[in-house]
């Protein structure tokens, strides 16, 4: 039925247009009628596009007769509007209109664009165009339809236009008041050529609106230059230009908004600028290495940006980029607009410093100035002496891209030299990037800093005889107490040195010296015994590993030993047989900084004798006695007796390093000072390795003394007169003194250079002799001589000797002569720092008398002749003598000797040597190792061991050819030995012997509980262990053992049981 409908409704739809076809009346007026219809039914039947039809009104549809084109309809000198129709089977209401059938203006093909936007009323006057040529005239102009297009608008004005408007000399406007005519209205034009009305001539003009623009029709101009105005907006100028190209904002050439924005990206830096989207302008990017253009970058006006990748630039170069603005058509171009410029490089801050010779560190930031991944290298030019003048807690810093900008900081040292050389002498730092960065470094690229450098004084305090003291600022003094007493404490550092004396020889001298740096204490002591038959002991006071750049060394002889801290102060200690002479390098970060019995160092010897209290004491000469004992400390005061607490701020260490472009060289010492006797030994490790002290000590509270001290406060020196006892007189003194300073070594030589400072020493010597009645003070007359003669020509730069490389210098030859250890004794020469010995002598100091073997007097520790193994280290035997030679064939020599006990038999006499190798430890004192593993080590019932052993003790300087007196010693286990101060051992009641091994009373076997050593029941061997009830371990574990096995049992009989009822139950239901 469906198809049948369509069907019959297809028909009748084309029996209607054949009918409206054959009715049109062909002779019918120049008129289209046109019925507009509106839509009533959804149900589309078809779409019908006719390309070409003649029709009229017919029914409810309206038919025109003009020809019906694609998008328009022309035919001849008619028209209509174009529609699209849609043909549903409902009809159409609506009213037939009629239209005019001319030509229709409106159309696309029909008008001619005209497209100035100096047609505008308010354009500029055209006295402004360079030429005529260029002013607008309509005399060629075709007659015919237009349409004005310019931005400046597209309707003619309908008001007067003044001469020289609208690009022309004589402008048209439309005198009406109307501005839009909907069909086409003929009205009239002025030209105004200057006349009182505006409109001198008139014209007819066309004109139709066509909805959102007007038509025109128009006709060429009789004569120029007149043309026809359009618009109102003001255009710029010619030769002047803006975003719109009208006002306002008219520029002589295209421009940007602000100057260009150099600005920097990971990898890359990017010139950005604003600029109005100007399709008719393309800008020109150029790329600046400083003055010279590495590249330009033709971009269209969308893209407003250009990039410069890191691997096309180097580190080195400024920056910079020029963005010129071009206009398409004409070439018209800006002048080029300049970026800011960015330094492609690594920036060091400050650029010039200054840093003094104080141990003050200057501080060196580098960073990068855009991102970047770096390696930097730092190195410092070398001085004349081939070291570094400045020293950094490092020599390279990393740069990654993250972190580029963030300031690395590197601290900077003035190297301690205490050379007086030129004042603010200048060092370069170059700081120089590797050659594999992300950014490569322009050829030779680095960065320079300036470092000025200005000596801080550096001088000496000494304390030697009985002793006499002279200050940094040479001021000399004697003091005669006895005790503990600050040489010199650091105001604002932890550095110090305490001193201690002890009587001798009616007066005191110094027995040791302790020195302080942050939390470190160590000691050079030999006051623990009687004088004259005490060795040096250098101890280590303080726990925990020593600071690096800590150094503790010693002469090849033993007799002298220096302590060195970081800073570059050092302490030396040249030991005798009655004491010791010190000798206290206070280095820059003192001066100003420091009080004690060494005074002030200021420079100012006034205020020298500045007492604890910080007042000044009013005493002058040279016993200035209440000063010197304000000075006194005891107690918990002295660092001999007690260690500061630890202060966490002075654990790190400070790493100095000379950074060269060969290598770098760090040490944790900043001193500069080249080093007087290179043959020292340095015994740092040996002393901080060993045990703290060979007999085991307290050390609650910090306390360290080992040794007991008590020195008398109201000591009184003996009072000496002239002559001495046996005769010596004053005249006499003084001229030993001073005959054996002049005839000392380098003395000629020190004379030309200390002058009047060479005799510094003879006054305390010649007190020395009549206090003392004795003459061998005149030595330190000698070494205080050599010493401030030393410290001269380390400070003197022109004594200095040139190298054969022809740029570097060295110490003078000559120094070498003062350096021998204790002048040779008198016993040899000083030939370049090393004794030539007189034949029958020997040693570094050619002390030793080759004719005469060792002489020892006791055991340190041990001088009872008794080693406890559970209190003491007896592996390591410090003996205590004289005439002990440094040598490969220094050694100890160790014979079986015989027990005196009652009833222990454990070892038998015997005459076996055992020969061992010795170590100097000074000249009093060697160290001898024993064994002694077999006390305390092995498995009672593997290996046999020793609860005691006696031995004989001799020491030999030619390996045992010629040998010393001998010392008994015995070392025993105090666990199960008990012995006496003659050498008498016996097993204690309380205690097992087994296998050589010491037990306690009810101690267990090391590995079966079931043993225990029971003394009451047997000594020397294991007894079985027994619970309370009398039942021995070893029944009450059969018993266990018998239990557990017969539950074991059972429970499996009552398992099969179990098995057994269930499968009969099984079997039993079955079977029922």
């Not at 149900?43 to 998008?71: A, N």
């Not at 309809?73 to 174009?82: G, N, Q, T």
């Not at 040195?497 to 040791?512: K, M, N």
């Not at 052993?949 to 300087?957: A, D, E, G, H, T």
């Amino acid at each position: 039925m469906a198809r049948l409908y369509i069907m019959i409704s297809s028909a009748a739809l084309w029996v209607y247009f054949i009918i409206c076809i054959v009715t049109i009346d062909a002779n019918q007026p120049t008129l289209c009628t046109f019925r507009e219809t509106t839509v009533r039914s959804v149900q589309l039947v078809r779409r019908v596009t006719f390309s070409t039809f003649y029709y009229t009104c017919c029914g409810f549809l309206c038919w025109d007769s003009c020809r019906r084109h694609r998008t328009r309809y022309r035919y001849d000198e008619y028209y209509v509007k174009e529609y699209q129709y849609s043909y549903y089977m409902d009809a159409c209401d609506g009213i037939c209109v009629n239209y005019d059938c001319t030509e229709d203006p409106c159309a696309e093909d029909t008008y001619t664009e005209i497209d100035s936007k100096y047609r505008s009323s308010m354009s500029f006057s055209s006295s402004l165009w360079p030429n005529s040529t260029e002013i607008i005239c309509d005399n060629e102009l075709q007659e015919g339809w237009y349409r004005f297009t310019s931005d400046a608008g597209g309707k003619m004005p309908t008001s007067c236009v003044d001469i020289g408007r609208c690009g022309t000399q004589y402008p048209i406007w439309i005198n009406s008041q109307v501005e839009d005519y909907d069909n086409i209205t003929v009205v009239e034009g002025c030209i105004n050529k200057g006349g009182a009305n505006c409109c001198d001539e008139r014209i007819n003009i066309s004109v139709k609106n066509c909805g959102n623009f007007s038509v025109y029709k128009l006709k060429p101009v009789q004569d120029c230059p007149i043309g026809y105005c359009a618009g109102n907006r003001e255009p710029c100028p010619p030769e002047k230009h803006s975003a719109t190209g009208f006002q306002p904002g008219c520029t002589d050439y295209p421009t940007l908004n602000g100057l260009p924005v150099l600005s920097k990206g990971d990898g890359y830096l990017q010139c950005r600028f604003n600029a109005p989207l100007w399709p008719n302008t393309t800008f020109a990017v150029k790329w600046y290495f400083d003055d010279d253009v590495v590249r330009t970058d033709d971009l269209e006006y969308k893209l407003q940006y250009s990039r410069l990748y890191e691997n096309e630039y180097n580190l080195g170069k400024k920056i910079s980029c020029r963005v010129t603005v071009i206009f398409k058509k004409s070439g018209v171009s800006s002048p080029p607009f300049a970026s800011n410029e960015i330094f492609v490089g690594l920036v060091a801050t400050p650029p010039i410093q200054t840093l003094h010779e104080d141990g003050q560190p200057g501080h060196l930031t580098i960073h990068a100035t855009v991102p970047m991944d770096c390696d930097i290298k730092l190195v410092a030019w070398r001085n004349y002496l081939g070291r570094a003048e400045v020293t950094m807690d490092k020599c390279s810093v990393h740069i990654d891209r993250e972190t580029y900008d963030m300031e690395k900081i590197v601290n900077l040292f003035a190297v301690i030299d205490c050379q007086e050389e030129s004042h603010g002498r200048t060092v370069p730092i170059e700081i120089i990037p590797s050659a594999d960065c992300s950014i490569p470094p322009d050829q030779e690229y680095s960065t320079l800093v300036k470092v000025k450098i200005f000596d801080t004084p550096c001088d000496v305090c000494s304390g030697t005889g009985d002793p006499h003291y002279t200050t940094p600022d040479d001021t000399s003094y004697d003091w005669y107490g006895i005790g503990d007493f600050v040489l010199v404490k650091g105001k604002s550092n932890a550095f110090a040195v305490h001193a201690r004396t002890w009587e001798c020889f009616g007066v005191s001298c110094h027995c040791g010296v302790a020195v302080r740096w942050r939390n470190d204490v160590v000691s050079i002591d030999m006051c623990y015994g009687p004088i004259r038959r005490t060795a040096p002991q250098v101890r280590k006071l303080s726990s925990g590993k020593l600071s690096k750049g800590l150094t503790i060394t010693r002469d090849e002889s033993g007799t002298s030993f220096t302590v060195t801290v970081p800073s570059g102060s050092t302490v030396r200690a040249d030991v005798k047989n009655w004491g010791m002479n010190i000798f206290v390098d206070v280095v820059g970060d003192l001066f100003n900084n420091s009080e004690g019995l060494c005074g002030t160092f200021d420079g100012d010897r006034t205020n020298d004798y500045t007492m604890a209290n910080g007042m000044l004491s009013q005493e002058s000469g040279r016993t200035p006695d209440t000063f010197s004992n304000s000075w006194r400390v005891s107690g918990g005061d002295s660092l001999f007796n007690k260690v500061p607490d630890v202060t966490s701020d002075w654990s790190n260490e400070d790493l100095y390093c000379g950074c060269f472009s060969e290598g770098d060289s760090c040490s944790y010492q900043n001193s500069g000072k080249p080093m007087v006797n290179p043959s020292v030994i340095d015994i740092t490790d040996q002393v901080d390795e060993e045990n703290n002290l060979r007999k085991k000590r307290s050390t609650e509270n910090n306390e360290v003394s080992w040794y007991s001290y008590t020195p008398d406060p109201d000591f009184v020196p003996s009072n000496a007169t002239w002559p001495t006892p046996s005769g010596i007189t004053e005249k006499q003194a003084r001229d030993l003194c001073k005959s054996a300073v002049l005839n000392s070594t380098g003395a000629d030589t020190c004379s030309q250079i200390i002058d009047d400072g060479l005799f510094t020493g003879v006054e305390g010597c010649v007190e020395d002799i009549k206090l003392t009645d004795n003459t061998e003070w005149i030595a330190n007359a000698v070494s205080e001589m050599h010493k401030l003669c030393e410290a001269e020509v380390l400070k003197n730069i022109s004594l200095y000797e040139i190298c054969e490389n022809g740029t570097e210098y060295s110490l003078p030859s000559f120094v070498l002569e003062l350096t021998c250890p204790q002048q040779c004794n008198g016993h040899g020469d000083c030939v370049n720092g090393t004794c030539q010995c007189q034949d029958g002598f020997s040693g570094a100091d050619c002390s030793i008398e080759l004719s005469r073997p060792p002489e020892i007097w006791y055991i340190f520790h041990y001088d009872q002749g008794l080693c406890d193994v559970r209190e003491d280290d007896c592996s390591s035997l410090g003996v205590i003598g004289e005439n002990l030679l440094e040598s490969d064939d220094l050694v100890c020599l160790f014979s079986e000797g015989e027990l005196l006990n009652g009833t222990d038999k454990e070892n038998s006499t015997t005459t076996e040597v055992v020969t061992v190798k010795a170590m100097l430890m000074s000249f009093r004192e060697v160290t001898c190792p024993l064994d002694v593993a077999s006390f305390t080590s092995g498995e009672p019932d593997v290996v046999t061991g020793m609860t005691v052993r006696s031995v004989m003790v001799n020491v030999s300087n030619d390996a045992g050819v010629t040998t010393s007196n001998g010392l008994p010693l015995t070392v025993f286990d105090s666990k199960c030995q008990e012995c006496t101060d003659i050498g008498k051992c016996r097993l204690k009641e309380s205690s097992c012997k087994i296998n050589g091994h010491c037990f306690a009373k009810d101690e267990f076997h090391p590995t079966n509980a079931a043993k225990q050593c029971q003394p009451d029941v047997n000594q020397y061997n294991w007894t079985d262990f027994k619970e309370p009830d009398g039942e021995t371990s070893a029944g009450r574990g059969v018993f266990i053992r018998n239990v557990v096995v017969g539950v074991c049992v059972s429970g499996l009989l009552i398992t099969a049981v179990l098995i057994a009822a269930i499968c009969f139950a099984k079997w039993w239901r079955r079977r029922k």
